[in-house]
């Protein structure tokens, strides 16, 4: 009789396909997972106690390291909130300025997702492919705002900088540009007969499972819910826009990925509609006090995030700073489920589950 | 010239020609090893839109491998603590070692060839068989967990994908009729047998990709999941062996493609005044671009989808093309 042992098998943190800096613990027999427990905490910077001792102002350029791959959802969930509190309306023209950055923003992201998913499976062109896209976008987004990643862009009552000359138009180039590239996408990666072996029926879960481990964003919609703010709760100015939500029934990677795809191109509708409507001129910041000092209270908003819903509670007590802030961050409630799906699999859908996930590791450990 | 060499009673002087041969086909594969490199960095650069290396020896980089070679030679040669000491040492060279024993029954013209054995194919698929034996030894002998899963999965996936490898040349030896690969190079004066057996063709260029432990069937090293797989504790020129020799591996993979498939040296039609060198070379390298292009192309596998493909599919259809080959061969010599 052979005897067999089972193996403890640190994954991370410095593992190429963590995505930063996650550990897994997982005990292995033979390739199989028996079980495995994620650790986190690696990129803890204490965002939230951080911002106890700062200024409205001065806490937007901490949200842009959290969710590092979509800064601006980050900027505009902290503005939105103290906005909310503050009782601040942005001017129109703001408004299409961050609806702009924000959708350029969800594409990249998931750009980055669709890049390194592959490259996890093991296809390094796609990579390659989608950070050509992306920087395409990064550069947009510089001109925009001054950075390539961290772009401290908006403000309580609208955005900092107004958009150079040309942007709008470069905005409105990039749409059909991404469309062609889209089409290429699927035609390199999505019929491939290996990918869809990779991904198909791989860590799935059903509707009910999604909502009690409270999932959102792509990993949500993949399951047949059909739940997004942007039109559930439509905040800025997306009730404006005409379009979908993509939804998938299977609730596995393949599912997933299609979700992701798929609202690019929705993001795409969107930019498109921005950029006609795009108010010729306007002021860009709303008349707001230079200390902003929201009323007594508190109060909760939330967004969607690339990743999912993103939310920001602030508790006030009338003061410059905050009492107590906190960040409802995707990536770290959608990383809950993942030691659940990786019972019974082996290493290689690991990866692929894991990966499915998209997590920042900014954003988990806050 | 070498037939007559291998007749004549030992000299001196046959030694010493022999030596020499020796060196300049080291040297010939050396070369080719250095920019086969490059020009893989090259078309990989080329097909994902970058510019590949361009800084080292001019503009197209004619020195970077050697540059990297030299720094991999000054490198500091780590050999971790928990690791079983001998076998750790000679894992790199029974995997290296037999990626150039191969290299002498290869034909790479009608003059140009060592052995002209009468089980030259036979020869070359056994000897590169024993590589999976140094790739195990070096996984285990890291005593790295990863390390381990990685010699694993290769010994798993070698073993698995030498069967359809050896059934699909079968097709050939049957039409053939000798394992010698002049005479099957020979044999193909008319027609090349990638006409004649064009599925044998697929299922022996995917089964090579598998031996060659290059995407999609990368698994043993497999980046992505277990970091570097076998090697994963080696570094420095121990490290550079197990890359060295897979690149040889490369050469001779694509080498035996183009003398079983592609006609050798054999000319194209209207165009025999071009050296059968040149020939070869031009074949060969059709071969290596395909392999570099299959590389950039595809994701990786999963093991369990590589076992259940490797016996599954690639060996019935392999079976099936060497009943269907033989039952042809029988009816044609009927008439």
Not at chain 2, 301 to 320: N, S, Y
């Amino acid at each position: 009789m052979i005897r067999t042992e089972e193996m403890l098998l640190n994954v991370g943190p410095q593992h190429p396909s963590t995505h930063g800096v996650f550990r897994l613990v997982i005990k292995i027999d033979g390739e199989i997972i028996k079980e495995a427990t994620p650790v986190i905490g690696y990129l803890h910077r204490g965002t939230e106690k951080l911002a106890e001792d700062l200024q409205y102002t001065q806490i937007i350029p901490y949200t842009d390291r959290m969710d590092y791959l979509a800064a601006m959802t980050n900027n505009y969930v902290l503005c939105h909130a103290v906005e909310t509190m503050a009782g601040i309306i942005a001017p129109d023209r703001a408004e299409y300025l961050r609806v702009i950055a924000m959708e350029l923003g969800r594409i990249a992201s998931h750009l980055v997702w669709w890049g390194t998913y592959l490259l996890d499976i093991g296809a390094t062109s796609p990579f390659l492919y989608a950070f050509r896209e992306r920087e395409m976008i990064i550069n947009m987004l510089n001109e925009l705002s001054g950075a390539r990643l961290t772009f401290n862009y908006m403000r309580v009552g609208g955005v900092k900088w107004d958009a150079p000359e040309g942007w709008i138009q470069k905005v409105h180039d990039f749409v059909p540009y991404m469309r062609e590239q889209l089409e290429g996408y699927h035609q390199l990666v999505t019929g491939n007969e290996i990918f869809m072996s990779r991904v198909k029926g791989i860590g799935s879960y059903t509707k009910e499972d999604a909502i009690n481990y409270s999932l959102s964003g792509a990993n949500l919609r993949c399951t047949g819910v059909k739940w997004d703010l942007r039109k559930n709760e439509p905040y800025s100015i997306y009730d404006r826009f005409d379009f979908d939500i993509p939804v998938r029934q299977d609730g596995d990677a393949w599912a997933r990925y299609h979700c992701r795809l798929e609202e690019i191109e929705e993001s795409l509708k969107i930019l498109e509609q921005a950029v006609e409507q795009f108010p010729q001129d306007g002021p860009i910041l709303a008349k707001v006090p230079k200390i902003i000092k929201p009323p007594k209270g508190e109060s909760f908003v939330r967004i969607e995030s690339p990743r999912g819903e993103i939310g920001c509670y602030i508790a006030s007590n009338g003061k410059k700073e905050p009492y107590r802030l906190k960040f409802r961050r995707p990536s770290f409630y959608n990383l809950q489920i993942l030691p659940k799906l990786l019972k019974g699999e082996n290493m290689a859908n690991l990866i692929t589950i894991l990966g499915a996930i998209d997590i920042v590791l900014g954003e988990v450990d806050g | 010239m070498i037939q007559e060499l291998l007749q004549s009673s030992p000299g001196l002087l046959n030694l010493g020609i022999f030596s020499l041969l020796a060196v300049l086909l080291l040297f010939v594969v050396l070369g080719f090893v250095t920019y086969g490199i490059l020009s893989e960095r090259k078309v990989m650069g080329f097909m994902q839109m970058r510019i590949g290396p361009n800084q080292v020896g001019g503009r197209w980089a004619l020195l970077q491998t050697v540059a990297d070679v030299l720094k991999l030679l000054i490198k500091e040669d780590t050999i971790p603590k928990v690791a079983d000491r001998p076998l750790y040492i000679i894992a790199p060279v029974i995997a290296f070692a037999p990626a150039f024993m191969v290299l002498a029954a290869l034909p790479f013209t009608d003059k140009f060839q060592f052995a002209d054995m009468g089980i030259g194919l036979l020869y070359y698929i056994a000897v590169s068989g024993i590589t999976t034996v140094g790739i195990v030894t070096a996984g285990w002998a890291s005593n790295n967990k990863y390390a381990l899963l990685g010699g694993m999965r290769a010994a798993a996936q070698m073993i698995s994908y030498e069967i359809p490898l050896v059934m699909s040349v079968v097709g050939i030896v049957l039409l053939t009729g000798s394992l010698n690969l002049n005479e099957i190079v020979e044999a193909q004066k008319n027609i090349w047998y990638i006409v004649l057996q064009p599925v044998a063709f697929i299922v022996f260029l995917i089964a090579s990709v598998a031996e060659l432990n290059r995407v999609p069937f990368d698994l043993p090293e497999a980046e992505s999941e277990l970091v570097a797989g076998y090697h994963v504790e080696y570094s420095g020129f121990r490290w550079a062996m197990f890359m060295l020799s897979e690149y040889v591996y490369m050469f001779a993979m694509a080498s035996l493609t183009t003398i079983l498939f592609l006609g050798g040296w054999h000319p194209l039609p209207f165009l025999g005044f071009i050296p059968a060198a040149v020939w070869f070379a031009l074949k060969f390298s059709l071969v290596i671009y395909l392999l570099i292009w299959i590389r950039v192309t595809f994701p990786r596998l999963r093991a369990d989808q590589l076992m259940e493909f490797g016996w599954k599919v690639l060996l019935p259809v392999a079976l099936a093309n060497i009943f269907v080959t033989a039952l042809l061969k029988e009816l044609f010599s009927m008439f």
